[in-house]
């Protein structure tokens, strides 16, 4: 049995005995809820999901106009995301008395916003600043962090983590915002899985297709990365200190899935391929690896 086939193992026990919910394991808040830049209102209902669900880092909206008021100018080839809102029209009618009176018609409609992050020239308020807490670095988590081939673009400091398939792009909250050192090596190596799936390294189709959020393909996609990362935390020697919440998690992910357990076992199976790629083992050495299954338990227990 291998570091990857014991880890699973743990998790199909942690599922089986219950799960504690899973939270995100760093410092955010209502700061980070999608808001109109000009205005400093945050969206509200329906509005909030179809923005999060576009996938970019800052909250801060503006439609064309007013990006153009503010200096900015959104980048050409830019596609804007729809939010909606009710629209109240008056209408003047008669009753059986022939008295005349005013009745209120609901209307939908719509309107086009740009994120930030697809404008050149805006000036932006300083976000908010998290709890800080001091980071020590460890060792063998920066090794897999720097030995992956080919390694898409980090980028630090944002309000949430994120892969963006089409920027070949990772973006993470602050070192200091998580609550552990732990828990940001075991989110960004949730975020470099994800990035595994690229078009030119393994080539996973809910990440070459963006999958919409929810999407069935899209749960799946997430079982793949939280167990790809789980095991390259246990390949680090973090393992015990991420394990809980990672189980806590793919089991979020398996009651999208219908609470089909079974699914973790496929899942490991795209997951291994996608440790091994980002630790830099060619199909030989991963089968080099099996063969020295005692190690391995050694290391993870």
């Known amino acids: 049995m291998n570091v990857y086939e014991i880890i699973t193992e743990r998790i199909l026990q942690r599922l089986e005995q219950g799960t504690v919910p899973w ?3 760093w410092h955010g808040g209502e700061a980070g809820m999608p808001r109109n830049l000009v205005t400093g209102q945050p969206y509200r209902g329906i509005n909030v999901f179809l923005l999060a669900a576009a996938g970019y880092a800052s909250p801060y909206w503006l439609t064309f106009r007013q990006a153009k008021q503010r200096g900015g100018s959104v980048r050409s080839g830019e596609h804007g995301t729809p939010v909606v809102f009710w629209k ?3 209408a003047d009618e008669q009753d059986s008395e022939n008295r005349r009176a005013q009745r209120r018609i609901p209307f939908l409609r ?3 916003v740009f994120n930030a992050e697809q404008i050149d020239g805006l000036s932006l308020p300083a976000a908010g600043m998290p709890p800080q807490r001091e980071f020590s670095p460890i060792q ?3 090794e897999v962090v720097a030995g992956m081939p080919d390694a898409p673009t980090i980028q630090s400091g944002r309000t949430q983590a994120a892969y ?3 920027r ?3 973006i993470m909250p602050a070192r200091s915002a998580f609550e552990s050192t732990e ?3 075991a989110t960004l190596f949730h975020e470099l899985v994800h990035a595994s799936g690229h078009a030119r390294r393994l080539a996973r189709p809910a990440v070459m297709d963006t999958a919409a959020f929810g999407a069935h393909a899209y749960s799946k996609e997430e079982l793949v990365a939280e167990m790809g990362a789980t095991f390259l935390c246990g390949h680090a020697g973090i393992e015990a200190a991420t394990l809980e919440n990672a189980a806590a998690y793919i089991d979020s992910w398996l009651r999208v899935l219908r609470g089909d357990s079974r699914m973790v076992v496929q899942a490991a199976t795209h997951a291994q391929k996608a440790a091994d790629f980002i630790l830099g083992r060619t199909s030989e050495s991963a089968n080099d690896m099996a063969e020295d299954a ?3 338990a050694a290391q993870v227990a």
């Open 23 to 25: 939270r995100k394991p």
């Open 88 to 90: 109240w029209h008056h």
């Open 110 to 112: 719509y309107y086009t």
């Open 140 to 142: 063998r988590c920066e």
């Open 164 to 166: 963006l398939p089409v």
């Open 168 to 170: 070949d792009t990772i």
């Open 183 to 185: 828990a940001h090596y």
């Open 294 to 296: 005692h190690g391995d």
